[in-house]
């Protein structure tokens, strides 16, 4: 653990959602002072994400925030992929995971940012809310940052040693360093969501239900509020789609034969599949983190997990480099290690994207697919984050046993 305070405002991390925050854990728990600053002037209230998995509860475990994720979460213990027509259940069965949290927790996104808010502010940190970073120039070296209090509209200039875009999937920190962001949007692919109560029950708690038809796919999931997330996806683009209460239920009533009924939906959202990967993740003192340095499909609900696991790989660099422990290269390492992780992720959401979201494909094929030797076991393994380690992309050490680069989840760090 490093403990030499680096001189205050150093380091400016812009973005206060789950990258954001958790950087800033990662830097105050080791003694380093940062500013988080958010555009928006309070937190959000709508669910998004509703999985944490077992490597990011492992993380947590180690930023000793684990256990609000363990009482408020529901425990995750399967995804069922249910293919209309066939008798067969195909499970996804976390609770074989070698880890000690053999699970996922559901959880909203508003509460897993709640959680590492209140302990981001229990460190000592501040948010600077309704503040926006509007431009960002490099010269030399030297970073200079225009920032708007869109409360007071007043501009302030300032020149951190460090700049961290933990500003989402249109970062304009990622423009600012004229990163290519290839990739794009499925247009076979279209997801639309909604939080509601039901009457009924789709499937048990803790197991995340995929109703797969030929041409559609039906998530339901029960949350931890008593509501429950339905998700629809089918082929097409956004301005396609029906998210009337209406259709959601007609869709329930080809799967459930109106024995579940939806009730007011909480909030609605319509979104296209997209899988975009930075080009770069750092800028000399510039760095991007989680969703403004890629984007997945949603299968496994895997964004918001790489975007934490991301901000813990960089919160121990950073911190070393600002405090002088280590020199600058060690931040080399952070892009090294991250970015091929996330060309598997996007490689291995492919994968279940062929089998959960390939509108239109026979579902006998794709229900083949999940019978192929391995497959179950990679899946889990993969969507929970265990499977995946640094070995082959850092300087890892050939001894026995385990090495530089692999999990290490009961290590103190
Ligand atoms: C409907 C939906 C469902 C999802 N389901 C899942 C799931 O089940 N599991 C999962 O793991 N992921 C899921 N995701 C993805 C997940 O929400 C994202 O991957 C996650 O929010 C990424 O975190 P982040 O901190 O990188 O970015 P964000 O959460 O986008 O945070 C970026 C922050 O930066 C702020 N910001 C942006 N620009 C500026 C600026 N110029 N100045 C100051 N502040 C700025 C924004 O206001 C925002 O608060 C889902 C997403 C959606 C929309």
């Known amino acids: 653990m490093f403990r030499i305070a680096a001189p205050a405002e150093s380091i400016l991390i812009v973005g206060a959602g789950p990258a954001g925050l958790t950087l800033g854990i990662?830097?105050?728990?080791?003694?380093?002072p940062c500013r988080v600053i958010e555009a928006l002037h309070a937190p959000v209230t709508t669910s998004r994400a509703f999985t944490v998995h077992a490597r990011t509860l492992e993380l947590f475990e180690?930023?000793?925030?684990?256990?609000?994720?363990?009482?408020?979460?529901?425990?995750?213990?399967?995804?069922?992929y249910r293919f209309r027509d066939a008798r067969q259940v195909v499970r996804l069965d976390f609770t074989t995971l070698d880890s000690k949290y053999p699970c996922f927790r559901i959880i909203s996104q508003t509460d897993t940012e709640q959680i590492l808010r209140e302990h981001f502010l229990r460190l000592g940190g501040v948010i600077d809310w309704h503040t926006e970073l509007r431009a960002v120039t490099g010269d030399d070296g030297a970073v200079t940052a225009t920032l708007f209090d869109i409360a007071d509209q007043r501009t302030e200039t300032v020149q951190p040693d460090w700049l961290i875009g933990c500003d989402g999937a249109h970062s304009i920190v990622r423009r600012?360093?004229?990163?290519?962001?290839?990739?794009?949007?499925?247009?076979g692919s279209v997801m639309w969501m909604t939080d509601a109560s039901l009457t009924g029950r789709p499937g048990e708690a803790g197991r995340v239900c995929y109703d797969i038809g030929a041409d559609h796919m039906l998530l339901t999931t029960q949350l931890p509020n008593g509501t429950w997330r339905v998700l629809v996806s089918g082929a097409g683009d956004t301005d396609s789609v029906d998210s009337s209460p209406e259709a959601f239920q007609k869709i329930l009533d080809q799967h459930f034969d109106g024995t579940v009924i939806l009730g007011d939906p909480q909030w609605t959202s319509v979104f296209q599949v997209s899988r975009y990967l930075s080009a770069t993740y750092r800028q000399g003192p510039i760095l991007l983190c989680g969703d403004a340095a890629h984007l997945q499909a949603p299968v496994g609900g895997q964004g918001m997990n790489v975007a934490i696991q991301d901000a813990v790989n960089l919160g121990w660099k950073l911190a070393a480099v600002a405090t002088g422990a280590v020199g600058p290269a060690l931040l080399d390492t952070y892009e090294q290690e991250r970015r091929p992780i996330c060309e598997k992720v996007i490689a291995d959401t492919d994968e279940l994207h062929s089998v959960i979201l390939n509108h239109g494909v026979p579902l006998t094929t794709r229900l083949a697919k999940t019978q192929e030797p391995g497959f179950l076991d990679r899946a889990v393994r993969n969507i929970s984050g265990i499977a995946y380690r640094y070995r082959d992309t850092t300087t890892a050490s050939l001894l026995r046993g385990l090495g530089v680069g692999d999990r290490a989840p009961d290590v103190e760090a």
């Open 26 to 32: 990662e830097l105050l728990r080791r003694s380093v």
């Open 62 to 80: 180690m930023m000793g925030i684990v256990d609000p994720f363990l009482e408020q979460g529901l425990r995750g213990i399967s995804m069922d």
């Open 176 to 187: 600012h360093i004229g990163a290519e962001f290839p990739g794009a949007r499925d247009h």
